[in-house]
């Protein structure tokens, strides 16, 4: 079994950061990784753990041919095939260089994403109080990244880098705008993520489909504390969740819920990269063992 006890886990964390670039075993990289997050060996030849099958499912199954399941505008024509484009937030265009983006035709709120990546995201709640030189260049920062150096994540390695401009959504009725994340098997939601961020933190925390709150055995310093009220439209969301997720061994669903209206966000295959176990300790196994690999026969 791979190990890295060996070396200073700090001293790892600092060589993976500096030579992602250059550790050309995908396997040998996402090890070494899982160690330095969880300080425990990943065990890849006989997953049983949530974590330990995305890897796998990361790794040897949603590779290269699923990337326009998570370019963010390839993704929209999935969306409408199977749900109707009623559910896709409007979009004021689509660019493959920032120069080709005119920002005085855009209305006073959007939002820029890199279609190719996680987190390449620029939110603009008020376009006066803009610096648009600044955001030109944090942009075509991200048209030069590819994500699958981050977590090599294969399935975004020949995803074309573009950037999407959609319409700012927001709940007035809120604090924060509440991201519905439905974890569904094989098709099935089973447990829902409810994420929110509170005077500038992002706060989380799970619900079963009963509506009832999980509370962990040791609760995390970004734990929701709040209650969160169960949205009347849940079981459209949860009808919406099964269809997307039809397909696939695992997938994460992120919906919004603005007034009576749901709106898609993303179609998530690995949660944090596969590299953070589950704050519900039992959420560890009891995931893996709603997961069937490929190789797998229970």
């Known amino acids: 079994m791979f190990k890295v006890n060996f070396i200073s886990r ?3 964390q600092i060589y993976l950061k500096l030579n992602k ?3 050309y075993n995908d396997v040998l990289f996402t090890k070494a990784k899982y160690y330095c997050k969880n300080k425990v060996n990943i065990n890849l ?3 049983t753990e949530f974590m330990e099958k995305i890897q796998w499912l990361k790794l040897f199954h949603y590779t290269q041919n699923y990337g326009n399941f998570v370019d ?3 993704a929209r024509n999935y969306v409408e095939t199977k749900i109707g484009s009623q559910y896709l937030n409007a979009i004021y265009g689509v660019f493959d260089a920032v120069d080709a983006i005119n920002f005085e035709n855009l209305p006073n709120q959007f939002v820029l994403k890199g279609t190719h990546g996680s987190g390449y995201n620029v939110i603009v709640k008020d376009k006066n109080q ?3 030189n600044k955001i030109i260049q944090q942009l075509n920062c991200f048209l030069h990244k590819n994500y699958y150096f981050e977590n090599r994540e294969s399935i975004y390695k020949n995803v074309k880098p573009r950037i999407l401009i959609e319409k700012y959504i927001s709940e007035v009725d809120c604090e924060g705008l509440i ?3 439905f974890y569904c098997f094989h098709g099935v939601p089973k447990y829902v993520l409810v994420k929110v961020c509170l005077n500038g933190e992002d706060k989380k925390c799970y619900y079963d489909l009963n509506w009832n709150k999980i509370i962990p055995e040791q609760i995390p310093n970004d734990f ?3 209650a969160i009220e169960k949205p009347s439209n849940f079981e459209e969301m949860l009808t919406i969740a099964a269809k997307l997720a039809a397909e696939f061994i695992f997938i994460r669903v992120d919906l919004y819920s603005i007034g009576e209206k749901i709106i898609f966000g993303e179609l ?4 944090t990269g596969g590299n953070k176990r589950i704050s519900v300790e039992r959420f560890n196994k009891e995931f893996g063992d709603l997961m069937h690999l490929p190789n797998q026969t229970s």
């Open 179 to 181: 991201d519905y994340k």
């Open 130 to 132: 803009i610096n648009e």
């Open 45 to 47: 030849d006989n997953p």
């Open 224 to 226: 929701l504390n709040s």
């Open 268 to 271: 998530t295959f690995f949660p």
């Open 72 to 74: 963010k505008y390839e």
């Open 10 to 12: 700090k001293f790892f």
């Open 21 to 23: 670039y250059l550790v």
